[in-house]
Nanobody
């Protein structure tokens, strides 16, 4: 089992930046792909970004491409989401996810592909 704890959320004005972190504990010796999803009030949960266990492959949802950067430091068992040029529509609870199973490229954005979830961290972007 892997436990995930997010941090770094908060309030920021539009155009600003935030950096989310997700610390993993437990069976971190396994090769877990990791990622981020988000959910705004009244909206469906949506994929944000994901990174392969070795950091070689990164996937981004179209709304965040060019603004968000996902990375990981396996020595620290931590992944990061650098969020730049934030917009009010980025406001949501952001969830860290992890899974060690194989997935097709087309499945990286599927929430069902990730077994482990953190509790989430709130991000609010004011206009």
């Amino acid at each position: 089992q892997v436990q995930l704890v997010e941090s770094g959320g908060g309030s920021v004005q539009a155009g600003g930046s935030l950096r989310l972190s997700c610390a993993a504990s437990g069976r971190t010796s396994d090769q877990y792909d990791m990622g981020w999803f988000r959910q705004a009030p009244g909206k469906e949960r949506e994929f944000v970004a994901a990174v392969s266990w070795n950091g070689d492959y990164k996937h981004y949802a179209d709304p965040v491409k060019g603004r968000f950067i996902i990375s990981r430091d396996n020595a620290k068992n931590t992944q990061y989401l650098q969020m730049n040029r934030l917009k009010p529509e980025d406001s949501a609870v952001y969830y860290c996810v992890a899974d060690n199973r194989f997935r097709l490229a087309s499945d990286w954005g599927d929430a069902n592909q990730y077994e482990h979830w953190g509790r989430g961290t709130q991000v609010f972007v004011s206009s």
